[in-house]
């Protein structure tokens, strides 16, 4: 699952002394499935009338600004065909991240145009800088792209989910805890749809999984319909710790048609309860803070609204200061957070009667990206 897949013009010198901020920023492009258009065939200089033609097809521009001559007054002046561009994305009103060598003097329109970041050359593999270069990028997709315009562009339009709702509780039995994780979706459908359709659950993270580990229990029941289908599953892939399988409709949806339906699986191993429980203890960090353990449901499909709910019960003893909610983009692993999500969610974490609450809504989620909260375990008690 990825991020949405868009375009960028990227402006920069073809210098040999600047091939490596030049392969940063298409690296970090890349991984944020943002696809640069002027930095293959090994950087040859584009004529102005097709760099013209790019930076109108593309939703926004990327300039790495560096230096290269000194003027007669002693100061770093950029390259004139980065200037050109600029100047190109300026009169086409293309929003535009000005990544900026240290050093140069910037005038005119750039002072107060686009997003500026600044860079040395010598610490262009630091982590802060790469940090921060990461979020500018992140940012200038997020701000050009709306978010239904987002979800078009990364989803299937033959039909959209109009609402989510999911439920992952964890609960206890003579064996100890176990998670219950249940789904209920509304699909509506745009045009006739003949294709299977995937639904998974996995677990977040590695954890240790005893040699007599039972597969995840499942169950699909139809909800509701506005004609009579039925729902056949065909398991891709089901062990203890995931679970997919393809969903095909009979008879075939056409436009208008609507299908609910509700998914219940139960294991042991969908997420880690405990520090011991980690294969691998890279803490994510949220708002300055590390947290091993974190869950949440990702969008596959454009979906209207997502509504998360998260509980705990007495026994497993978090402090609900200790839980934090956030979405990340996801790939095999999290890839970034997200932190403008935070201000569109609405998130309510309570305790009630010493129980764990965690509850979430959102419009719109991103496509591919992991809505959830993070956590502070508890101490494993000792047997």
């Not at 392969?23 to 293959?40: R, W, Y």
């Not at 686009?114 to 270069?133: P, Q, R, V, Y």
């Not at 569109?344 to 719109?364: L, P, V, Y």
Request: charge should be negative; hydrophobic fraction near 40%.
């Amino acid at each position: 699952m990825k991020s949405a897949d868009i375009n960028v013009f990227l402006s920069c010198s073809y210098a040999s002394n600047d091939t490596k901020v030049n392969d940063l920023v298409s690296a970090v492009c890349e991984g944020l499935d943002i696809k640069p258009t002027n930095v293959s065939n090994g950087y040859v200089t584009l004529p102005p009338e097709e760099a013209k033609k790019q930076i109108q097809e593309a939703p926004f521009i990327i300039a790495i600004i560096t230096k290269r001559l000194e003027s007669v007054d002693g100061k770093n002046i950029m390259p004139s065909a980065v200037r050109e561009e600029i100047a190109m994305a300026y009169g086409l009103s293309k929003p535009l991240l000005l990544i900026t060598e240290k050093g140069i003097e910037l005038d005119g329109f750039m002072k107060s145009y686009g997003t500026h970041l600044a860079f040395e050359k010598e610490s262009i593999h630091d982590n802060e800088f790469i940090k921060k270069l990461i979020m500018s990028i992140h940012g200038a997709k997020m701000d050009i792209v709306t978010n239904h315009d987002l979800l078009i562009s990364q989803g299937i339009e033959d039909f959209y989910v109009d609402y989510l709702e999911v439920l992952y509780e964890l609960k206890e039995n003579e064996d100890g805890y176990y998670w219950e994780y249940s789904l209920s979706k509304k699909i509506i459908f745009n045009k006739k749809y003949d294709k299977p359709m995937i639904t998974a659950f996995w677990a977040t993270r590695d954890v240790e999984i005893p040699e007599d580990a039972k597969k995840i229990e499942f169950n699909l029941e139809l909800v509701d319909s506005n004609k009579d289908f039925s729902i056949t599953t065909n398991i891709l892939k089901h062990d203890f710790a995931v679970l997919e399988t393809e969903l095909s409709f009979s008879p075939i949806p056409e436009a208008e048609d609507f299908i609910e339906y509700s998914t219940i699986a139960k294991s042991k191993y969908l997420s880690p309860l405990f520090i011991e429980d980690l294969i691998d203890k890279t803490p994510i960090v949220i708002n300055d803070k590390e947290y091993l353990i974190y869950d949440g449901t990702i969008p596959i499909q454009r979906t209207k609204k997502l509504a998360l709910q998260i509980r705990f019960p007495k026994s497993y003893k978090i402090d609900s200061k200790d839980i934090t909610f956030f979405a990340a983009g996801y790939s095999s692993k999290i890839d970034y957070i997200v932190p403008s999500e935070d201000k569109r969610a609405q998130i309510n974490i309570e305790n009630f009667a010493g129980r764990n609450s965690i509850s979430i809504e959102i419009e719109s989620p991103l496509v591919g990206h992991l809505y959830g909260i993070a956590w502070k375990p508890p101490v494993k008690e000792k047997k």
